[in-house]
């Protein structure tokens, strides 16, 4: 079985800063495109920021400058910090990978549990 857990997020006053965390585990041969997206109250999910397996990075308008995607390949994890938050921030972060499974899996894209980030004006 393969899965991708989540931590981090929380409460946070607008102008401070949370890191996201995840990890994804079991019988992994390799990953693909690592990302973050959220989905706030009444609106769709949308791509907070995305990095490839080279770790070529991707930003929402919105977050760029504040928001920083990271990697860390030999934990098969994915991090962001979000500096600078905003009120409008406030969502469910959901990570997303694009995984090369050992078999019998394959190709997966899974998502994590997903974490509620609020921030208060």
């Known amino acids: 079985q393969v899965q991708l857990v989540q931590s981090g997020g929380g409460l946070v006053q607008a102008g401070g800063s949370l890191r996201l965390s995840c990890a994804a585990s079991g019988s992994i041969r390799s990953i693909n495109t690592m990302g973050w997206y959220r989905q706030a109250p009444g609106k769709q999910r949308e791509l907070v920021s995305s990095?490839?397996?080279?770790?070529?990075?991707n930003y929402a308008d919105s977050v760029k400058g504040r928001f920083t995607i990271s990697r860390d390949n030999a934990k098969n994890a994915v991090y962001l910090q979000m500096n600078s938050l905003k009120p409008e921030d406030t969502a469910v972060y959901y990570c997303?990978?694009?995984?090369?499974?050992?078999?019998?899996?394959?190709?997966?894209?899974?998502w994590g549990q997903g974490t509620l980030v609020t921030v208060s004006s």
């Open positions: 990095i490839s397996s080279d770790s070529s990075t």
């Open positions: 997303n990978a694009v995984i090369v499974a050992l078999p019998p899996y394959g190709s997966l894209e899974l």
